[in-house]
């Protein structure tokens, strides 16, 4: 217990240590925190939904006598944790995506369950460096031989691929769309450029991107006409869905094999059956409001990223300060103005990288984006 002491006494030191918020409400895109009202920069809610009562009351009134209206599945999938929702959620999201679909309990069991399951030591891993923790992870528990290129650097990845990927069976290059503490987006394109040229399979994590980019909300993929040369798509339905679980889509012999061989899916208790209700119901019948959140929510980021020097490509804006005590003091500065802003420190981060990560959503104004970003201009100039 002692050898624990000493390192969360080293973590305190460093501003490193983590604490859970007393969230007490969320009310559309404010957040209550010990009984303080500030606008929520902190949320992936991306389109407002979740707190959205006029669509909680639409919802529970269509669905309240239906059986599955309930609140657990009590059991994995391949028990007795599945009903015909699932099964339908699933086709709505095989027809968007015209691919086979597989419903995870969550991101992290999705991302981890499909990269530790396919791939074996006879096989090789070319993933992103900033690629997110799930992903990481899962590299850890596989077999197969991993490599990590530079983030964003595809001459490194061709260097790399180059003077392996002959000597494996099976490979795949993984890279997120949006990268979640960056806002920064993937060359899709010349990712598959480099899967065709060298022979791999290509998977891309949605999670940030779903719901945001896209006609039809599918994300960078979608927006560049590349879903078909994609070969594992991954999203979550907890962010810009507003909802719980997530979803791997393939062709049927990856997901075949991903409900007969992955742990993730396989022993893990379904969500709930209302939770996928919930989801159908904003994918079927409210398809016509997520685009128009969406519209909404990419005006906004636009125009920040066009009125302010950022590295961000999307609606999550890092603000990078570097040092974790400065970004620590900063935030809660921010927090005492009304704006609930969040230091993302190491591990989360690389060392020296340590930021107020921005979080945008659609029902945000842009003259409260400016408001915020003048006090960070003081903050960050004052220490």
């Given at each position: 217990m002692q050898n624990y002491t000493l390192k969360l006494n080293e973590l305190k030191k460093t501003s490193g240590f983590r604490t859970i918020k007393n969230i007490k409400e969320k009310i559309g895109k404010f957040i209550v925190v010990d009984d303080k009202k500030m606008l929520n920069l902190s949320s992936n809610d991306y389109l407002n939904l979740s707190t959205d009562k006029n669509l909680v009351f639409e919802f529970v009134d269509k669905y309240k006598d239906s059986n599955e209206f309930i609140f657990s599945s009590a059991s994995a999938r391949l028990l007795s944790g599945n009903s015909q929702c699932y099964k339908e959620l699933?086709?709505?999201?095989?027809?968007?995506y015209n691919k086979q679909a597989l419903l995870f309990s969550t991101g992290y069991q999705c991302n981890q369950g499909v990269v530790s399951?396919?791939?074996s030591k006879n096989d090789?891993?070319?993933?992103?460096?900033?690629?997110?923790?799930?992903?990481?992870?899962?590299?850890?528990?596989?077999?197969?031989?991993?490599?990590?290129?530079?983030?964003?650097?595809?001459?490194?990845?061709?260097?790399l691929l180059k003077t392996n990927r002959?000597?494996?069976?099976?490979?795949?290059?993984?890279?997120?769309?949006?990268?979640?503490?960056d806002g920064d987006i993937a060359d899709i394109e010349k990712l598959v450029e480099l899967k065709k040229k060298y022979n791999c399979l290509l998977m891309i994590?949605?999670?940030h991107a779903f719901g945001v980019f896209?006609?039809?909300?599918?994300?960078?993929?979608?927006?560049?006409?590349?879903?078909?040369?994609?070969?594992?798509?991954?999203?979550?339905?907890?962010?810009?869905?507003?909802s719980s679980g997530a979803v791997c889509l393939s062709n049927n012999i990856i997901i075949d094999y991903l409900v007969n061989k992955a742990s993730s899916f396989i022993f893990t208790t379904a969500i709930p059956s209302v939770n996928v209700l919930w989801?159908?119901?904003?994918?079927?019948?409210?398809?016509?409001?997520?685009?128009?959140?969406?519209?909404?929510?990419?005006?906004?980021?636009?125009?920040?990223?066009r009125s302010y020097p950022t590295t961000s490509s999307s609606q999550i804006i890092p603000v990078i300060l570097k040092d974790c005590t400065k970004t620590l003091n900063c935030a809660l500065k921010l927090?005492?103005?009304?704006?609930?802003?969040?230091?993302?420190?190491?591990?989360?981060?690389p060392l020296g990288s340590s930021r107020l990560r921005l979080s945008l959503t659609s029902d945000i104004e842009f003259k409260e984006i400016e408001e915020l970003l003048r006090k960070i201009s003081k903050c960050s100039i004052s220490g």
């Open positions: 699933e086709q709505t999201f095989s027809n968007l399951t396919l791939f090789c891993i070319f993933s992103d460096k900033l690629n997110h923790a799930s992903i990481v992870s899962a590299l850890k528990l596989t077999e197969a031989k991993h490599y990590r290129y530079k983030h964003l650097d595809y001459d490194s990845l061709e260097k002959n000597n494996y069976n099976n490979a795949i290059i993984i890279s997120e769309s949006v990268f979640s503490m994590d949605e999670a896209g006609d039809n909300l599918q994300g960078i993929s979608a927006k560049k006409n590349l879903l078909n040369e994609v070969d594992i798509i991954t999203i979550t339905l907890g962010k810009a869905l507003g989801s159908n119901f904003l994918l079927k019948e409210k398809f016509d409001l997520l685009k128009e959140k969406k519209e909404k929510l990419n005006s906004l980021f636009n125009k920040v990223n927090q005492q103005e009304g704006f609930y802003v969040l230091a993302i420190n190491p591990p989360t981060v």
